[in-house]
């Protein structure tokens, strides 16, 4: 019972804290700041002929829009998520759920995950820890991508966040082989997705080697879960959470690591705006995703309140994809932009 009871005030812990203005990165950012794009002054269209809409998992988007994983596992979850899902429904975007660790200890949590009800065509992407999915049988994950009716599963990695957690893991072993088996076993596309770090080329393309086309890289630059953990940590574990508060690559640079590996990339991580979706689109992402900024509206506004802020999003994102020439989602993938030298300073040498 006391870790089915940790698991719920973690969750609890979390929402309070991502929701407040104490668990930013302190001094790095997603150096989205160092994208600039090109002014197109004649883009020959109309604006209406502007064309947002993408291809992803096998399901069209209205914009290549993802309402980022957040939360699952007690009452006030299951109201965001289920609010939450039926605004990606209303706007033809993607959601992504919390990790589903606590609905797989506490079975009676289920419900807490459970949106298809509120979002019966959304794009869903179901979400587990890589080191927790290693103690689970294929057939238990996919019971619980089926229970929510994921149509895709994240695998997350988090070893920062889990070597400044109270209790957390230290047995990062096995990844590879577990990536190999979902993608041969499991029966729905597997996301490789960090937690605010950031993935390199290199682990990129390990991973690659297993079959896994889908990243997230939830770059650091946004809500750092090591300053998250920080908050929670007491002692040796709070001053090593203190130290490692601004670990990671920033999302951009991520996204810069990843391009021309043949991969289809999510940008998670520091993504505020229209604008910065528009600049991940650019780097070579597939869809830009939010968390934070969303969580604050629906705190701030409820149901309607973030269905107002993500409309704006996708406004501002249109916007400056005629202001760039773009007609198509791949017209801006292949726009003209600028890098700063702190950004092109992560460019492979490759390329």
């Known amino acids: 019972m006391a870790d089915a009871l940790d698991i719920s005030q973690r969750k609890k812990d979390h929402l309070a804290l991502c929701a407040g203005d104490k668990v930013g990165f302190r001094e790095k950012t997603a150096l989205f700041e160092q994208v600039e794009l090109v002014h197109c ?30 939360t699952g596992g007690t009452d006030e979850a299951a109201r965001i998520n289920k609010d939450l899902a039926e605004v990606a429904e209303s706007l033809g975007l993607a959601i992504g759920l919390g990790s589903q660790r606590a609905m797989f200890e506490r079975p009676e949590t289920a419900w807490t995950f459970e949106v298809r009800d509120r979002a019966p065509d959304v794009l869903l992407f179901g979400n587990l820890g890589l080191v927790q999915a290693l103690k689970m049988g294929t057939d238990e ?56 770090c950031g993935l390199s080329r290199g682990v990129a393309q390990m991973i690659r080697s297993t079959g896994v086309q889908h990243f997230d890289v939830s770059g650091s630059g946004g809500t750092s879960w090591v300053a998250v953990e ?92 005629l202001l760039t020439g773009s007609r198509t989602v791949a017209d801006l993938q292949r726009a003209p932009l600028h890098l700063g030298p702190d950004l092109a300073r992560w460019v492979p040498s490759e390329g």
């Open 41 to 70: 002054a004649l883009p020959e269209m109309h604006a209406d002929d502007v064309d947002s809409s993408i291809e992803l998992l096998g399901k069209t988007l209205r914009a290549p829009v993802v309402i980022s994983a957040m």
């Open 141 to 196: 994950i996919r019971k619980l991508c089926d229970d929510v009716g994921a149509d895709a599963l994240c695998i997350h990695l988090n070893p920062a966040m889990e070597i400044v957690q109270p209790g957390g893991d230290r047995d990062f072993r096995g990844g590879l082989d577990l990536f190999r088996r979902l993608v041969q076993e499991l029966g729905v596309p597997v996301i490789a997705k960090e937690t605010g």
């Open 230 to 321: 920080a908050h929670r940590a007491t002692d040796d574990q709070k001053a090593l959470a203190e130290e490692l508060w601004d670990w990671g690559i920033p999302t951009a640079a991520s996204l810069v690591q990843l391009r021309g590996l043949g991969v289809q990339a999510i940008a998670t991580g520091g993504l505020r705006n229209g604008s910065h979706v528009a600049k991940a689109i650019a780097l070579g992402a597939s869809a830009g995703g939010l968390a934070a900024p969303v969580l604050k509206a629906h705190r701030a506004g409820g149901m309607q309140g973030a269905h107002d802020f993500l409309e704006r999003v996708i406004g501002t994102f249109r916007s400056l994809m």
